[in-house]
């Protein structure tokens, strides 16, 4: 299996503080990494250098093909920008264009940087919010959904721009309990089609059962890393 990821030696700081001490972890193409560890750990910072919205300061990045950061060197604008087409991203909060219906969200990456027709954006987007089950919310306004509506829409719009690699932000962090489960169940779902990804999660069960490698940051660091049966019944 080739590698989709590879991180090696990554650190960051802010100012003084250093966040990341030389982080090394690697995810093969269709595994799923859950990245776990209490609050402050320097997960979601680890996974916003993956697609560059942070700049490490050391260390070596390889992605999807390309190198991201090298020597804490981060590659070129206009790269980066090609690359985050193939780096789909999730974040707690849905970032979604209030004054788009949810149908322009999922379609305007595709239009603008892909150059789409409009016809085929927009059957593609049909397919994509069917499969996230919101077939029928494609004319609706963001305000007018839940948490849990608006994030699998999120995940609809970065599904839209065909990555190779999905990256997940503590996505179900800012939903009400209720709403989780149909959040999980499309990334379950992602996860059967082979779709490689990488998720920051504090929902434990579904690392346990989706998972194929579990990572445990503590301290800017990675403290142990394994698969899910071991880490969660037998660390060291």
Not at 119 to 127: F, I, P, R, S, V
Not at 206 to 231: C, R
Request: include cysteine.
């Amino acid at each position: 299996m080739d590698e989709v990821i590879r991180v090696e030696g990554l650190t960051k700081n802010f100012g003084q503080l250093q966040v990341l001490r030389g982080i090394d972890c690697s995810v093969k193409s269709k595994e799923v990494v859950c990245v776990i560890g209490p609050s402050g750990s320097g997960k979601s910072t680890f996974l916003r250098c993956l697609n560059g919205l942070e700049e490490p300061q050391g260390g070596r990045i390889d992605i999807c093909g390309r190198t991201l950061v090298n020597e804490g060197q981060m590659m070129g604008d206009k790269e980066l920008n090609a690359l985050r087409e193939e780096v789909g991203m999730v974040f707690q909060s849905f970032n979604l264009f209030p004054h788009l219906s949810v149908i322009d969200n999922v379609t305007l990456g595709p239009r603008k940087l892909h150059n789409m027709s409009r016809k085929d954006a927009d059957a593609l987007a049909h397919d994509l919010l069917k499969k996230v089950g919101l077939g029928h919310k494609a004319e609706a306004m963001p305000a007018s959904l839940s948490g849990g509506q608006k994030q699998r829409v999120a995940i609809a719009r970065a599904l839209a721009m065909r990555p190779k690699v999905m990256l997940f932000d503590e996505p179900t962090s800012a939903l009400d309990p209720e709403l989780v489960g149909e959040v999980l169940q499309v990334m379950k779902m992602l996860a059967a089609e082979g779709m490689t990804m990488m998720v920051v999660t504090h929902e434990m069960g579904f690392a346990k059962e989706v998972a194929d490698g579990v990572v445990v940051m503590d301290g800017g660091g990675i403290i142990e890393a394994g698969d899910p049966n071991t880490i969660f019944s037998n660390p060291s």
